[in-house]
């Protein structure tokens, strides 16, 4: 049995996203080994972020600095506005380059079930940035999910009047993908958004 404080801190990695029971007590052992390097310098790590991050004003996103470095980053286009349900998305999307406007972060997506209503995200600072007239086109980058597609609905609705573009990301069979493993609902998906070849 390990002492109370070890256990503590094998519950804390547990709740962590992708780590288990097992796979957290493998990590505290593994600290526990390194503890005057690893585990020093991930305690002053945290502590560090613990006291140094927040969350962009403008967008979402979480920095050390508001506006964070994407909003502030003179590179980036104005007139390009991509929404995504969390900051996770939006990582994703910059991790690839391949999107050079601004974000704005939902902060969820839209659920019955789970109790999110509209004024539980942050559609209002959505629409106010938009009817500032800088943004021209609006790309609804939510997950293919049920909730992620009924959010991206709503919004389109709400921004319908705005003098802006709005845009999906497309969905359907992804690069490499067998029809054999693929669920109903992208085939579906994929059929739908079909498009000439010529």
Not at 23 to 50: C, D, G, I, P, Y
Not at 53 to 75: H, M
Not at 156 to 162: F, I, S, Y
């Amino acid at each position: 049995m390990a002492s109370q404080e070890i256990e503590a801190l094998a519950g804390a990695l547990a709740r962590l996203p992708g780590l288990g029971p097992r796979s957290a007590r493998r990590a505290v052992l593994w600290l526990v080994k390194r503890r005057e390097t690893a585990l020093v310098q991930l305690a002053e790590a945290l502590e560090v972020m613990r006291r140094s991050l927040v969350e962009c004003a403008t967008c979402g996103n979480v920095d050390t600095v508001t506006p964070c470095a994407i909003c502030s980053d003179p590179r980036r286009d104005p007139r390009q506005l991509c929404v995504v349900e969390e900051v996770s998305d939006l990582w994703a999307l910059d991790r690839a380059h391949l999107f050079t406007g601004r974000y704005h972060v939902l902060g969820g997506r839209l659920s019955a079930l789970d109790g999110v209503r509209p004024e539980d995200l942050s559609i209002g600072s959505l629409l106010e940035r938009v009817s500032a007239g800088e943004v021209e086109e609006v790309v609804l980058a939510m997950n293919a999910t049920l909730e992620g597609q009924t959010t991206a609905h709503y919004l389109a609705e709400r921004l319908e009047g705005l003098p802006v573009r709005i845009t999906q990301l497309a969905h359907g069979l992804p690069v490499g993908g067998e029809l054999d493993y693929l669920d109903e609902g992208t085939l579906a998906q994929a059929l739908r958004a079909r498009r000439p070849v010529l």
